[in-house]
């Protein structure tokens, strides 16, 4: 699906790509997780969860500037990459089916705080969820112009102010 995607629908160059395939697998893979959603026996989403504490994050930590969160990195942060929908499905509720997924089990796994990178018009999406601005731009090597956001997963005074559907998941004593 990553392929279909990033090479196909958009035209991406991926280093990790394996044309004669059809597949992306990158070394963070190895000690993640992924989470997939299905329509009927279709994958039509995906996404991958990696903790700072569980696996080598390669350039990411630097590129995201996890140390700013204090002494909760490494111990309590994570990243999320590759969120894809595609595209028939991408007005359906599979991109909130996924976070959701991956804050619930994030929080039951001690995660503080969480970044992910996106292009500027995805800002409002993560916003609603309850992400941060982080840092405002950044030029991926890979993807280009980004903005990392980052997410407390313990702000429920945040999630109440933005609507965030994690509101409900978050504990009441974690505030």
Not at 49 to 75: K, N
Not at 124 to 138: A, C, K, S
Not at 141 to 162: A, C, I, K, Q, T
């Amino acid at each position: 699906m990553r392929y279909r995607v990033y090479v196909e629908e958009l035209g991406r160059t991926q280093r990790h790509a394996d044309h004669d395939r059809k597949t992306i697998e990158e070394p963070l893979d190895r000690d993640c997780m992924l989470w997939a959603a299905y329509d009927g026996d279709q994958l039509v989403g995906t996404v991958r969860s990696s903790y700072a504490w569980r696996c080598d994050l390669g350039d990411y930590p630097e590129l995201y500037q996890m140390a700013r969160v204090g002494r909760d990195h490494p111990r309590h942060t994570s990243i999320t990459t590759k969120l894809l929908v595609l595209r028939d499905h991408r007005l359906m509720s599979v991109a909130r089916a996924l976070a959701l997924a991956t804050y619930r089990r994030g929080l039951a796994d001690g995660v503080r705080h969480d970044f992910i990178d996106v292009y500027p018009a995805r800002i409002p999406f993560f916003e609603h969820l309850g992400y941060r601005v982080h840092v405002p731009e950044l030029q991926h090597p890979e993807y280009g112009r980004v903005v990392v956001m980052s997410l407390d997963l313990h702000d429920r005074e945040h999630f109440g102010r933005v609507g965030s559907p994690f509101l409900d998941l978050s504990s009441s004593d974690a505030a």
